[in-house]
T-cell receptor, first 109, second 115 residues
Framework: GQNIDQPTEMTATEGAIVQINCTYQ??????LFWYQQHAGEAPTFLSY????GLEEKGRFSSFLSRSKGYSYLLLKELQMKDSASYLC??????????FGAGTILRVKS | GAVVSQHPSWVICKSGTSVKIECRSL??????MFWYRQFPKQSLMLMAT?????????EQGVEKDKFLINHASLTLSTLTVTSAHPEDSSFYIC???????????FGPGTRLTVT
């Protein structure tokens, strides 16, 4: 089976740092994606990890531990526009993406 | 590069009618396209995988006779919702991958409302 868990909602303050965790159990693993999705819009790509470790890209970083089935997305210097849903998705063999339920992040001033 | 478009962006139809949604890769050839459905406040659920020139592969629980998928060319896939019912109202999103790589490029989505 497959199971991807992430918190339902998080709230953080503008300028702060927030970490969104994702744990997964899947049969077949070919990497992990993080997407950002604003309401009523399609997901936009944030990061992809296939090897253990931290990938940094500007204000966003993503970490993966394959042995622990764990990933997190780190957002620094939060801005109001970062308020969105963040989706963790596992890439399985056959290029199929399995999405978590998403974490709604609310950034307050 | 790697732009995917969908048409229409929103559609309202009456119960019992059929609706066709187009997904196009504008600047690359998409060997594989995926169709997802997303209900309010839920995540994306994969409906089917579509490979150019072959029959689509449907996920468990998705009725292939109700959701007809055609991937006639390397830049176009269509999803037809046949005999639509109010419970089919949802946000339908397609994605595409090219000949090389694994990253999926998502279309902007189509909001379907069945009255």
């Amino acid at each position: 089976g497959q199971n991807i868990d992430q918190p339902t909602e998080m709230t953080a303050t503008e300028g702060a740092i927030v970490q969104i965790n994702c744990t997964y159990q899947t049969s077949g693993f070919n990497g992990l994606f993080w997407y950002q999705q604003h309401a009523g819009e399609a997901p936009t790509f944030l990061s992809y990890n296939v090897l253990d470790g931290l990938e940094e890209k500007g204000r966003f970083s993503s970490f993966l531990s394959r042995s622990k089935g764990y990933s997190y997305l780190l957002l620094k210097e939060l801005q109001m526009k970062d308020s969105a849903s963040y989706l963790c998705a596992v890439l399985r063999y056959g290029n199929k993406l399995v999405f978590g339920a998403g974490t709604i992040l609310r950034v307050k001033s | 590069g790697a732009v995917v478009s969908q048409h229409p962006s929103w559609v309202i139809c009456k119960s019992g009618t059929s609706v066709k949604i187009e997904c196009r890769s504008l600047d690359f050839q998409a060997t594989t396209m995926f169709w997802y459905r997303q209900f309010p406040k839920q995540s994306l659920m994969l409906m089917a995988t579509s490979n150019e020139g072959s029959k689509a592969t449907y996920e468990q629980g998705v009725e292939k006779d109700k959701f007809l998928i055609n991937h006639a060319s390397l830049t176009l896939s269509t999803l037809t919702v046949t005999s639509a019912h109010p419970e089919d109202s949802s946000f339908y999103i397609c994605s595409a991958i090219g000949r090389v790589g694994y990253e999926q490029y998502f279309g902007p989505g189509t909001r379907l409302t069945v009255t």
